[in-house]
T-cell receptor, first 111, second 114 residues
Framework: AQTVTQSQPEMSVQEAETVTLSCTYD???????LFWYKQPPSRQMILVIRQEAYKQQNATENRFSVNFQKAAKSFSLKISDSQLGDAAMYFC????????FGEGTQLTVNP | DAGITQSPRHKVTETGTPVTLRCHQTENHRYMYWYRQDPGHGLRLIHY???????DKGEVSDGYSVSRSKTEDFLLTLESATSSQTSVYFCAIRPTGVTTDTQYFGPGTRLTVL
């Protein structure tokens, strides 16, 4: 079975600072993708960033980047220059035959 | 915007009543999914569809059925709602023709079973 674990139920960061959200996963799939989704209070699930497991280069999307350590099955999300609008629940997810989600990390951004 | 709508957006019902949630997409995507979201569990897959009349079970399918009679609509039915089915339900699509396995989500439906 595929599992995704987010060990930080809550995190906080000061505006303009950098924060890293952790995620580990376990899968028997040889070909898979990893994702971070953001869920603001509006409840909408928004794709933040994705990483192809066969690519060694870490994905980057503007202020969002990942640290993908395939051997360690680790996939952390770094948010640089945090903004108030980044406050949300963040979900890590892994795909293979199915998309499996972690339990989420609630991020608070303090002004 | 992945062109996904869900209806209703909110519903309160009583135990034992049937409930149907609708997911509608405008872009003819082949793959559609239903998830439920509960505190402490993230999103869990209920059922999915890989084409008209082609559906399969996810990890939490007990008490739910689905139907897909046309490409654009994927219906989730609770035949006899129970309080344990109080949740937020999300529909998702996965575009075909790309290899990223990326799913895009609808706005969600909050269902309360009293």
């Amino acid at each position: 079975a595929q599992t995704v674990t987010q060990s930080q139920p809550e995190m906080s960061v000061q505006e303009a600072e950098t924060v890293t959200l952790s995620c580990t996963y376990d899968t028997s799939e040889s070909d898979y993708y990893l994702f971070w989704y953001k869920q603001p209070p509006s409840r909408q699930m928004i794709l933040v960033i994705r990483q192809e497991a066969y690519k060694q280069q870490n994905a980057t999307e503007n202020r969002f980047s990942v640290n993908f350590q395939k051997a360690a099955k680790s996939f952390s999300l770094k948010i640089s220059d945090s903004q108030l609008g980044d406050a949300a629940m963040y979900f890590c997810a892994a795909s293979g035959s199915r998309l499996t989600f972690g339990e989420g990390t609630q991020l608070t951004v303090n002004p | 915007d992945a062109g996904i709508t869900q209806s209703p957006r909110h519903k309160v019902t009583e135990t034992g009543t049937p409930v149907t949630l609708r997911c509608h997409q405008t872009e003819n995507h082949r793959y559609m999914y239903w998830y439920r979201q509960d505190p402490g569990h993230g999103l869990r897959l209920i059922h999915y569809s890989y084409g008209v009349k082609d559906t399969d079970k996810g990890e939490v399918s007990d008490g739910y059925s689905v139907s897909r009679s046309k490409t654009e609509d994927f219906l989730l039915t609770l035949e006899s709602a129970t309080s344990s089915q109080t949740s937020v339900y999300f529909c998702a699509i996965r575009p075909t023709g790309v290899t990223t396995d990326t799913q895009y989500f609808g706005p969600g439906t909050r269902l309360t079973v009293l």
